[in-house]
Nanobody, 115 residues
Framework: QVQLVESGGGLVQPGGSLRLSCAASVSIFGKYTVAWYRQGPGKQRELVARIPAGGMANCHDSVKARFSISRDNAKKMVTLQMNDLKREDTAVYYC?????????WGQGTQVTVSS
């Protein structure tokens, strides 16, 4: 059973930064693609960033100048560094691990950008 636990969310002022982490309980973390999604109020869940196993990380165009994704295979963790946060970044952020044909999701962590 794969479990993903996100942490690092919270309340931050516009222009601030947060670092989200996702810890995975899986035997060989390095062989999986992992990603961060978010779901804002009244919105559909959307892809924020993904990092394939051994591949190049990429972020959605709307955040790539401000966010970055990285992974530590030894620690079985993926992180999302978010800088220059904007009110529209307010959402629940979810970690996803792809193990075809299954996707595994964390419980989500709330990020609120407000003054």
């Amino acid at each position: 059973q794969v479990q993903l636990v996100e942490s690092g969310g919270g309340l931050v002022q516009p222009g601030g930064s947060l670092r989200l982490s996702c810890a995975a309980s899986v035997s060989i973390f390095g062989k999986y693609t992992v990603a961060w999604y978010r779901q804002g109020p009244g919105k559909q869940r959307e892809l924020v960033a993904r990092i394939p196993a051994g591949g190049m990380a990429n972020c959605h165009d709307s955040v790539k100048a401000r966010f970055s994704i990285s992974r530590d295979n030894a620690k079985k963790m993926v992180t999302l560094q978010m800088n220059d946060l904007k009110r529209e970044d307010t959402a629940v952020y979810y970690c996803k691990l792809q193990s075809a044909p299954y996707d595994y999701w964390g419980q989500g962590t709330q990020v609120t950008v407000s003054s």
